[in-house]
């Protein structure tokens, strides 16, 4: 079986070797130092039609982990490590939402939201993953979607954001192919009883943080730590779509699907430089190019499979990769920064890190201003990475939304009862007017989703980081719109027009 990547073609593995290409000649959109970046849009624009809307996931905010026989999730077991999660926080009440949904929806419409992307919790419709419904589970989300669609808000709903029915984690998870028979049958089931009503479908939420956080250096849930169980649950990840879509398919054929994959620009100090030309090759093939090229071309990267090739292909059946070129409708892409590569300042490989796992030797501290997650502002890379599909794959590549985007800050409330968030604003207008540019060079960029809609349990850094354009306490379940969240609802309102 032959599996090789489109574009790298004749690329040189010997980084060194006097004329050869290097990774920026052969491909240059792999990594644009920000003095190469794309100009930035003189007037903003954005085309009729354009959708506006913001996002959240069902572990993050539905809390209610212990109410009408939802089963546990493998976060639920994972909060409860001793010092996985910071503070020891949890999701167990979150921002009450599967209560207080009517609240959110109401915030919703009072910014002007024309969408709304969620996710189903997979637990909460099938305690155990598979078997026995929860007839309650998806009356919740009846009224959920219900009532979206009476604020004229579409919805786009994931199927899997990382909550995965610790029953199946029990039986090796995503590392046991058995779950990608139990997702597919999940995924009819939830056409067969939403598909009617929502129209927008995405099987999995970031893939490669499924793979590489949460089997590969631990950080998330289940928190294995094994470069081949990644390895394992990536290549899963991308039948499990495909299987997926086809089972929804099979249930309704009027709705559209797509993946959602979180991406970067690679940037590099010196790409003449073999050793970060190698990385930046590498890191760009694990997280970019594995899942765009199994869905575009049933291929993955020639240097995974050269550097790789018995770990990953170990789990690769006959017939995976065709089954990966599933049709899809649209591309996610969410995005919040750039990776910087700069030469290991003591040569060492760090330890517990993505880069660590390849053994690259590089140091990737980014430059600041960074925000509170400590990320890099670079508005421009989100340019260049619409830029880059639309280039590479013409024609083939179907439909753009920025499935996420969004900044963590810890403005709280002043007193004068609001929450003057001017840095987040700052971002999501620096954010806007990449995409605005991306679009006028001709990327299919069809729609925004902000992150978050609310500020939420972030995962093991738990309530220490907020995202939100709205401003929870968590101590009252309070909501508060920030001044982010005006701003945002005036650019939908006049279709970016002020941005």
């Known amino acids: 079986m032959e599996l090789q990547a489109p574009y790298n073609e004749g690329q040189a593995r010997d980084y060194g070797s006097v004329g050869q290409k290097t990774p920026y000649e052969a491909n240059p959109y792999i990594s644009i130092a920000p003095s190469q970046a794309y100009r930035v849009a003189a007037m903003t624009t954005f085309p009729n039609g354009f959708l506006w809307g913001a996002a959240t996931?069902?572990?993050?905010?539905?809390?209610?982990?212990?109410?009408?026989?939802?089963?546990?999730?493998?976060?639920?077991?994972?909060?409860?490590?001793?010092?996985?999660?910071?503070?020891?926080?949890?999701?167990?009440?979150?921002?009450?939402?599967?209560?207080r949904y009517p609240e959110d929806v109401a915030i919703m419409k009072e910014l002007g939201l024309q969408a709304y992307r969620f996710s189903f919790a997979w637990p909460r419709m099938f305690a155990q993953g598979d078997g026995a419904r929860e007839e309650r589970g998806f009356a919740f989300y009846d009224r959920l979607i219900d009532s979206l669609l009476e604020a004229k808000i579409e919805p786009l709903a994931t199927l899997y954001h990382w909550d995965l029915p610790q029953a199946l984690q029990e039986k090796g998870g995503w590392e046991n192919r058995d779950t990608i028979k139990h997702f597919a049958d999940y995924s009819a089931a939830v056409v067969e009883r939403f598909g009617d009503r929502v129209k927008k479908f995405s099987p999995i939420n970031e893939p490669w943080v499924v793979a590489w956080l949460g089997h590969g250096i631990g950080i998330h849930a289940p928190?294995?730590?094994?470069?081949?169980?990644?390895?394992?649950?990536?290549?899963?990840?991308?039948?499990?779509?495909?299987?997926?879509?086809?089972?929804?398919?099979?249930?309704?054929?009027?709705?559209?699907?797509?993946?959602?994959?979180?991406?970067?620009?690679?940037?590099?100090?010196?790409?003449?430089?073999?050793?970060?030309?190698?990385?930046?090759?590498?890191?760009?093939?694990?997280?970019?190019?594995?899942?765009?090229?199994?869905?575009?071309?049933?291929?993955?990267?020639?240097?995974?499979?050269?550097?790789y090739g018995d770990e990953l292909g170990s789990v690769i059946r006959e017939g995976d990769m065709q089954e990966a070129m599933v049709k899809n409708d649209f591309i996610g892409i969410n995005y919040y920064f750039d990776n910087y590569i700069h030469t290991s300042k003591d040569g060492n490989v760090q330890s517990n890190s993505i880069a660590g796992l390849f053994d690259l030797a590089i140091d990737e501290t980014a430059p600041g201003p960074l925000t509170d997650m400590g990320w890099p502002l670079t508005p421009s890379g989100l340019t260049n990475l619409l830029v880059r599909w639309h280039k590479e794959h013409g024609e083939k590549l179907p439909d753009l939304y920025i499935t996420e985007n969004g900044c963590a800050y810890d403005e709280g409330i002043s007193a004068d009862g609001k929450c003057h968030d001017h840095r987040r604003i700052d971002y999501l207008q620096r954010h806007l007017s990449a995409v605005s540019d991306a679009i006028a060079q001709g990327s299919p960029v069809k729609g925004y989703y902000q992150w978050s809609l609310m500020d939420n349990f972030e995962w093991a850094l738990g309530y220490e980081k907020r995202f939100g354009i709205v401003y929870v306490d968590f101590d009252t379940q309070e909501r508060t719109i920030k001044d982010s969240g005006y701003w945002y609802s005036n650019q939908i309102a006049t279709n970016g027009r002020d941005i």
């Open 57 to 99: 996931s069902s572990y993050q905010i539905e809390g209610a982990a212990h109410t009408d026989g939802r089963g546990p999730s493998i976060w639920d077991v994972f909060c409860k490590i001793e010092g996985k999660v910071a503070n020891g926080d949890n999701g167990d009440v979150a921002n009450d939402h599967y209560n």
């Open 223 to 307: 928190g294995v730590k094994d470069r081949k169980a990644a390895w394992a649950v990536a290549h899963h990840t991308v039948v499990a779509h495909a299987a997926s879509t086809m089972a929804m398919r099979s249930v309704r054929s009027d709705i559209l699907t797509g993946p959602v994959l979180n991406q970067a620009v690679n940037v590099a100090d010196d790409l003449n430089d073999p050793k970060q030309a190698y990385a930046v090759d590498m890191l760009d093939a694990v997280q970019n190019r594995f899942w765009m090229d199994a869905f575009m071309y049933g291929k993955y990267p020639q240097i995974l499979l050269d550097e």
